[in-house]
T-cell receptor, first 117, second 114 residues
Framework: GNSVTQMEGPVTLSEEAFLTINCTYT??????LFWYVQYPGEGLQLLLK?????DKGSNKGFEATYRKETTSFHLEKGSVQVSDSAVYFC????????????????FGKGTMLLVSP | DTEVTQTPKHLVMGMTNKKSLKCEQH?????MYWYKQKAKKPPELMFV???????INESVPSRFSPECPNSSLLNLHLHALQPEDSALYLC?????????????FGQGTRLTVV
């Protein structure tokens, strides 16, 4: 079955520090990969995505590259801000049966990021 | 419009009450999902509707009853819930062939069962 493993948190950083959150996956076929972010008391927001090997997703200074050879999709940001404090979920999307019209997301356990001034 | 709208945002209900959660999207997505999220955990899939038909029920207790009245609306009817059902309930939608399986999530309904 599909699975996603991401580093345990919390990750505690000072403002302007470099961020890496590791994510590796196991999947059959060729899944799409996502990073979602959840701010306190809110739903999930898509942060970035990559749909095939070597694709780089980027948004708001965050980046992640789909590495098929290492089955990884690590999240990075060069300089974090206090406002980046949130829980980050790595996820993969697998299509349902042919013509089913849906796909299913498999999430990692989430990594809480705490950024202090 | 890339929004998934959920109502209400907060709900407190007794164990004998009947209530409903509502979800709406106008992106033309034909797949809609209900997830349950407990504190400090990832979302857990409950139900999937595709083309207004129930495609997946992840062995959810019958006190949760989903309904998809049309392609834009998804409801979750709640009856005789237990305190352990207190959680954040998230609705999502997606469209195969576009956005490569990307799911758009609503802000959730925070449910407390007393």
């Amino acid at each position: 079955g599909n699975s996603v493993t991401q580093m345990e948190g919390p990750v505690t950083l000072s403002e302007e520090a470099f961020l890496t959150i590791n994510c590796t996956y196991t999947a059959t076929g060729y899944p799409s990969l996502f990073w979602y972010v959840q701010y306190p008391g809110e739903g999930l927001q898509l942060l970035l995505k990559a749909t095939k090997a070597d694709d780089k997703g980027s948004n708001k200074g965050f980046e992640a590259t789909y590495r098929k050879e290492t089955t990884s999709f690590h999240l990075e940001k060069g300089s974090v801000q206090v406002s980046d404090s949130a829980v980050y979920f790595c996820a993969l999307s697998a299509r349902g049966p042919m013509n089913s019209g849906y796909s299913t997301l498999t999430f990692g356990k989430g990594t809480m990021l705490l950024v202090s001034p | 419009d890339t929004e998934v709208t959920q109502t209400p945002k907060h709900l407190v209900m007794g164990m004998t009450n009947k209530k409903s959660l509502k979800c709406e999207q106008h992106m033309g997505h034909r797949a809609m999902y209900w997830y349950k999220q407990k504190a400090k955990k990832p979302p857990e899939l409950m139900f999937v509707y595709s083309y207004e038909k129930l495609s997946i029920n992840e062995s959810v207790p019958s006190r949760f009853s989903p309904e998809c009245p049309n392609s834009s609306l998804l409801n979750l009817h709640l009856h005789a819930l237990q305190p352990e059902d207190s959680a954040l309930y998230l609705c999502a939608s997606s469209q195969e062939g576009r956005e490569q399986g990307e799911a758009f999530f609503g802000q959730g309904t925070r449910l407390t069962v007393v």
